[in-house]
T-cell receptor, first 115, second 117 residues
Framework: AQSVAQPEDQVNVAEGNPLTVKCTYS??????LFWYVQYPNRGLQFLLK??????LVKGSYGFEAEFNKSQTSFHLKKPSALVSDSALYFC?????????????FGTGTRLKVLA | DGGITQSPKYLFRKEGQNVTLSCEQN?????MYWYRQDPGQGLRLIYY???????QKGDIAEGYSVSREKKESFPLTVTSAQKNPTAFYLC????????????????FGAGSRLTVL
């Protein structure tokens, strides 16, 4: 079955330290992988995506993610965290079924950056 | 500015009432989606539409209905048959799926929070 897992409900990091938010996936075929961010009482905003090519993808607000095919992972990273990065982060994957593209979202990881 | 507008932002419903959530986009996107968000459960797909006058059930369609009479609009009705409707509802849109740089990226509205009294 197609799935996305975010193993950590919450990640705490001190401001200025590097951050990592983990994501693993299970899909048949080549995955299309995404990260979205959600601020309180708002919709999700697109951060970055991996379709093909370079395994290191750079996105908005200084975030990047590394696609690792052997570990089926797509972890989100940032070299130096800001308090304003505190939000809920979702990993997502697209797979195809009956000619239709479908999104699967992870359960989300709450990032708390401490001043 | 282009984007997706959801209304109302907050809505209260009594038991047995139907309510309709509005979703309008001016992005000229073909595909539109409705998701339900509950704490700790991520986003679950309710309905989606890839073209006007056509829509498909998602994973949790029971108790919901939609229409897609115009490209810009994709309203969601939460019926009295939905047993646990209290949730945060998110509307999204995207270009036709494909491999272009903007393809498959979802643009979300700000959400509608429904509470059953």
């Amino acid at each position: 079955a197609q799935s996305v897992a975010q193993p950590e409900d919450q990640v705490n990091v001190a401001e200025g330290n590097p951050l990592t938010v983990k994501c693993t996936y299970s899909v048949s075929g080549n995955p299309y992988l995404f990260w979205y961010v959600q601020y309180p009482n708002r919709g999700l905003q697109f951060l970055l995506k991996y379709i093909t090519g370079d395994n290191l993808v750079k996105g908005s607000y200084g975030f990047e993610a590394e696609f690792n095919k052997s570990q089926t992972s797509f972890h989100l990273k940032k070299p130096s965290a800001l308090v304003s990065d505190s939000a809920l982060y979702f990993c997502a994957v697209i797979f195809t079924t009956s000619g239709t593209y479908k999104y699967i979202f992870g359960t989300g990881t709450r990032l708390k950056v401490l001043a | 500015d282009g984007g997706i507008t959801q209304s109302p932002k907050y809505l209260f419903r009594k038991e047995g009432q139907n309510v309709t959530l509005s979703c309008e986009q001016n992005l000229n996107h073909d595909a539109m989606y409705w998701y339900r968000q509950d704490p700790g459960q991520g986003l679950r797909l309710i309905y989606y539409s890839q073209i006007v006058n056509d829509f498909q059930k998602g994973d949790i369609a029971e108790g919901y209905s939609v229409s897609r009479e115009k490209k810009e609009s994709f309203p969601l009705t939460v019926t009295s048959a939905q047993k646990n409707p209290t949730a945060f509802y998110l509307c999204a849109s995207s270009t036709r799926t494909g491999l272009g740089p903007g393809a498959n990226v979802l643009t979300f509205g700000a959400g509608s929070r429904l509470t059953v009294l």
